[in-house]
């Protein structure tokens, strides 16, 4: 212990050597902790209330002021370099971690079987693209809408009123756009708006089919999800019937499954058609018998249909007079799962590699 010249109080009550001896001992102790509890331990040696620094810093209060403050000064920044030094190895400790999870985490996506990638497109993407060939094969040209729409082009066009419930935030995502002047934004609810894009284009008649993503305020469950795939048929001609809509319909239905499945037309309100129906097909999953896809029914509703409600026309600059029209639109995840008996459309959004590389 280091003294006063004339051997008065102690000044010091260590030397240099015992703290550089202390500060090794722990920065040792630090470097070899190979885990958060192994550096907590070494943190309690070189720190905690039994340390060799911590009796050291116990005899401050023996010492005269002058040497107090010195001292003090010195057990302060030996404290501080150590406190440091546990620090930056937690740090270091915790990224490895991190690390060690996310790799265990991983997806081996460059796994290669046969010489070639084993990825292919989705199934949902897979129906998509037959649906597009079949249209192709009757003579539909292939639209496309954005995904953000204006609640005009969405609901109002389209004869939906505002008090109707869609036009709700519970059942609507509605998006806050800068610079939106007034405008309702919303991610579209159903392909139906590219009807509208199309009637103002103006070049009649038409012919042609809309596939595209879309979004509801939905609970994920074995026939729903918040964002799904739908197609939408827009004809508008001379001399249009509903007998053509009831034949277009059965015509790709047909296509897309053979002659195995049964289709069928129910009385259905839609405020953008009139007379409007529900078509449905006869349940892949249980052959007719019912399910709890089917909801024990034997049949799958895929979407609704019906002549172009003269309101649409008027309000695209159509003469109903001289123009006559149907519409369908059906979910093209809902008829992937009955084309493969799939049971649960949220097999779609799992990612579960064993479901999607069985087709």
Known sequence: MSQTAGGDDPVLPFTPAELAEIEAEAVAAVAAAADLAALEEAERLALGKRSRFSLLYQQLGQLAPAGRKEAGQRLHQLRRRLEDLVDERRSELEAAGRLARLRGDRLDLTEVVGGELAGHLHLVTEVREQLEDIFVGMGYEIAEGPEVETDWYNFEALNIGPDHPARGSTDTFFLELDGAQGESYLLRTQTSPVQIHLLERGRLP????APGRTYRRDTADATHLPGFHQIEGLVVDHGVTMGDLAGTIETFIRALFGGEVSTRLRPAHFPFTEPSAEFEISCQICAGAGCRT?????????????MVHPNVFVATGVDPEEWTGFAFGFGIDRLAIMRHGIADLRSFVENDVRFLSQF
């Open 294 to 306: 089917c909801s024990m029914t034997g049949w799958i509703e895929l979407g609704g249909c019906g």
């Open 206 to 209: 038409i012919y042609a089919v």
